[in-house]
């Protein structure tokens, strides 16, 4: 089992930015995050092969958050910037192992899951 803990998250206006943290117990293929809001479907924010570092991003953020990695810390980093009313969500870190199937950053398919991380911009 993989233990994921994520950080960051926070209250900032309209066009401010937030760092997110997601740290894995051990290394991990490929992590994600996704982001949720009531009544919505989770969605795939950005994801990133560790062993290539490719790179995947929901088309409303896309040149607005940039997801990073440090290998040996075995964690990415999602920093959210130029941030809309539309970004709060509940943000989730996931993450897949290369046996589970896709290792593509758009599609692995989640096999752990963080607690979550609550983003709030207000506008």
């Known amino acids: 089992q993989v233990q994921l803990v994520e950080s960051g998250g926070g209250s900032v206006q309209a066009g401010g930015s937030l760092r997110l943290s997601c740290v894995a117990s051990?290394?991990?293929?490929?992590m994600a995050w996704f982001r949720q809001t009531p009544g919505k479907e989770r969605e795939r924010v950005a994801g990133?092969?560790?062993?290539?570092?490719?790179?995947y991003y929901l088309d409303s953020v896309k040149g607005r958050f940039t997801l990073s990695q440090d290998n040996p810390k075995n964690t990415i980093y999602l920093d959210m910037n130029s941030l809309k009313a539309e970004d709060s969500a509940m943000y989730y870190c996931?993450?897949?192992?290369?046996?589970?199937?896709?290792?593509?950053?758009?599609?692995?398919?989640?096999?752990?899951w963080g607690q979550g991380t609550q983003v709030t911009v207000s506008s």
């Open positions: 051990r290394y991990i293929t490929c």
């Open positions: 990133i092969n560790m062993n290539n570092g490719n790179t």
């Open positions: 996931a993450a897949s192992p290369w046996w589970a199937g896709s290792v593509d950053p758009s599609t692995c398919t989640p096999q752990h």
